[in-house]
């Protein structure tokens, strides 16, 4: 694809993980806007244009779009009750309401960002973890971000593979996702205060039960483990 089109750059490295691959893209970006496509997914013919025409319409940073799975053809549920609505200003409160309760913001892969957000300066977000690396870095996407879209419009196909890294663990594997899941929630405290939401209770008591359904889904792998 390369030869056929001067535009198409080939990175050949190690494998570091998803991440390091995530990195050696955004090094080597010249765009103004950046959308990730993980191994294995696809996204529909139209998808750039149809997200470049709404970009130019509305002038977002951040377009966020819902995914189908595959092979099921089971969709992500819905955003928003509209197509689509246009977060500015204090109307963004709302959608860290969701980042902190909930993981439906969390996947990287199925939005375009504005090249420039992707400059984050913090070592919590360079610590390496298998459970919310995404979440680490879309928090603070979502906080730079000055207009954030989202749309109920499906561009992504997500390949649920059961013998995936995820799915194909050992307990120590487990307990570290355990461990990791505590360690976003401690950074998800902080986040309270930054977002000025950190004296509503009912908003710190579902993070923390969001939290420990995590766990739980952490500990059920155990009895399910072939290690």
């Known amino acids: 694809y390369a030869r056929r089109d001067a535009r198409i750059k080939v990175i050949h490295k190690s494998n570091g993980g998803l991440s390091d691959a995530r990195n050696a893209g955004l090094n080597i970006a010249s765009g103004d806007y950046i959308s990730f496509v993980d191994s294995d997914d696809w996204i529909e013919e139209n998808t750039v244009e149809s997200l470049t025409r709404m970009i130019m319409l509305t002038k977002a940073d951040l377009i966020k779009f819902r995914f189908i799975y595959e092979p099921s053809k089971k969709e992500q549920e819905t955003y928003i009750d509209e197509k689509e609505v246009l977060f500015t200003g204090e109307r963004k409160r709302e959608l860290y309401y969701t980042f902190m309760t909930t993981a439906r913001l969390n996947n990287l892969a199925n939005q375009i960002v504005k090249t420039n957000l992707f400059e984050i300066n913090?070592?919590?977000?360079?610590?390496?973890?298998?459970?919310?690396?995404?979440?680490?870095?879309?928090?603070?996407?979502?906080?730079?971000?000055?207009k954030i879209l989202i749309t109920n419009d499906i561009y992504y196909h997500y390949?649920?593979?059961?013998?995936?890294?995820?799915?194909n663990m050992n307990t120590s594997k487990i307990i570290k996702n355990i461990e990791d899941l505590i360690y976003v929630y401690n950074i998800k405290r902080r986040y309270l205060e930054k977002f000025e939401i950190d004296n509503n209770k009912n908003i710190v008591k579902l993070m923390e039960l969001h939290t420990l359904n995590g766990i739980y889904n952490q500990l059920y792998k155990i009895m399910r483990c072939k290690k």
């Open 159 to 167: 390949l649920k593979n059961e013998d995936s890294i995820t799915n």
């Open 122 to 146: 913090n070592n919590d977000f360079k610590k390496k973890i298998n459970q919310g690396e995404d979440f680490m870095i879309n928090i603070q996407l979502f906080f730079k971000a000055e």
